[in-house]
């Protein structure tokens, strides 16, 4: 019987589709498991959705470091928790990528240390994983018959087995792709043609050249209507909100018949997800925005900023374009898988039969990594004060 389960993963960090991830993984394991008690990992910002379960849902928030005593309060909190855990469910989503730190991967698989549970892995991403040591990594702890792991795409198959996880690892689909989703969709006025854009800055895209590119689609397709929606919008991250006000602020005047932003955590969740399935068309960086409008049957010119995206419109038989693509191309195409996205039905893979029992020179591992990673983050706050400080001086030295 499972009466406790934990969940690892990112929601609470103001991202819409990891908050989206989570609120379907929280109603499978209810309905699946029945468990008493579920613990969620969560990031710093409010988690932007609403569950419906006879569990109780217990929220922790992940250790941070700017306070010393919060860090080790939370961190026994979850440690407590976890050791009383029948189940460790680690997804979904990309965790397993060293892209955005050395220890992202660690981060997320470190909690396996309090654990003597059963564990699994679901509807992952794996990749990109630049840095040896985080490969090594993954094969010393993932590397075993009694831990279920769940990939969301052939690649991260791959990935995995290439980096020397041998056992058993079943592909499925990213949860959010195999959900059913409610789209509340209104008749748009007749004169209006809406674009819906979710762009993420990156390093091959700039202001001039969205905005090159949101003309040829204007030109071609009648559309009049600029929606901008941004997916990710933080306590301590709001570049795509910023990048999305830039794009607007310099956008010809009386080019578009209107222009209008719906920011995540910001924008009420049912006007945004109204107009998100209203538009006639999409422009999306994001995977998940790439999900949502296909599952809606929403034509859309993907931007493949990351393997990620390339990797799902592949599954489907179709393809991503860099940006640069598509720049140059001068009658873009849209694409749309019509419901085929609906057909799929995402589900939890089976329980190991028996609990986690980690190594010695395994438990070794995570806990060198636990030292690195403290000393890192400790040193990197202390840095970003320093700085802060430095310049807090010289704006003084200036007024005076």
């Known amino acids: 019987m499972i009466n406790s389960v934990f969940i690892i993963a990112m929601p609470g960090c103001g991202n819409l589709g990891d908050d989206l991830i989570s609120q379907f993984l929280i109603n499978l394991v209810d309905k699946k498991y029945k468990p008493k008690k579920i613990g969620v990992l969560v990031g710093e910002n409010e988690v932007n959705y609403s569950i419906t379960t006879n569990a109780n849902i217990i929220y922790f928030k992940g250790s941070n470091k700017k306070s010393l005593k919060n860090y080790f309060n939370r961190k026994k909190l979850i440690k407590s928790f976890v050791k009383e855990s029948d189940l460790i469910i680690i997804g979904g989503g990309g965790l397993l990528q060293d892209s955005h730190s050395i220890f992202t991967i660690h981060n997320y698989l470190r909690y396996i240390f309090y654990s003597k549970s059963k564990i699994m892995l679901v509807g992952i991403g794996v990749g990109p994983i630049k840095h040896s040591v985080n490969k090594y990594y993954i094969k010393k702890i993932l590397n075993r018959s009694n831990i279920a792991i769940q990939v969301r795409d052939k690649n991260s198959f791959d990935l995995l087995k290439k980096v020397g996880v041998l056992q058993n690892i079943q592909v499925g689909c990213d949860i959010v792709e195999g959900s059913k989703i409610q789209f509340k969709k209104t008749v748009a006025k007749t004169n209006e043609i809406i674009l819906g854009c979710n762009i993420r800055k990156w390093s091959d895209i700039d202001v001039e050249n969205i905005i090159i590119v949101l003309l040829k689609l204007k030109n071609h397709y009648n559309i009049n209507t600029l929606h901008f929606f941004v997916f990710e919008n933080g306590k301590n991250n709001n570049i795509e909100k910023t990048f999305a006000l830039e794009i607007i602020k310099n956008i010809p005047q009386n080019i578009f018949f209107n222009v209008k932003i719906f920011v995540y955590n910001e924008t009420p969740n049912e006007e945004f997800y109204q107009n998100f399935f209203n538009v006639n068309f999409g422009l999306a960086s994001r995977y998940h925005a790439n999900i949502l409008w296909q599952k809606a049957s929403i034509p859309v010119v993907p931007i493949g900023y990351s393997p990620k995206v390339f990797t799902f419109y592949q599954k489907y038989g179709e393809k991503a374009f860099l940006f640069n693509e598509i720049f140059k191309t001068e009658k873009l195409k849209f694409i749309s898988n019509r419901n085929s996205l609906n057909n799929i039905n995402y589900c939890l893979p089976e329980v190991p039969a028996n609990e986690l029992r980690l190594t010695v020179?395994?438990?070794?591992?995570?806990?060198?990594?636990?030292?690195?990673?403290?000393?890192?983050?400790?040193?990197?706050?202390l840095y970003l004060r320093l700085i802060v400080n430095a310049r807090s001086i010289i704006v003084i030295q200036k007024t005076y």
Request: hydrophobic share 50%; net charge positive; proline share 0%.
């Open 361 to 381: 020179s395994s438990k070794a591992i995570i806990q060198l990594f636990n030292i690195l990673e403290f000393i890192y983050s400790i040193s990197k706050s």
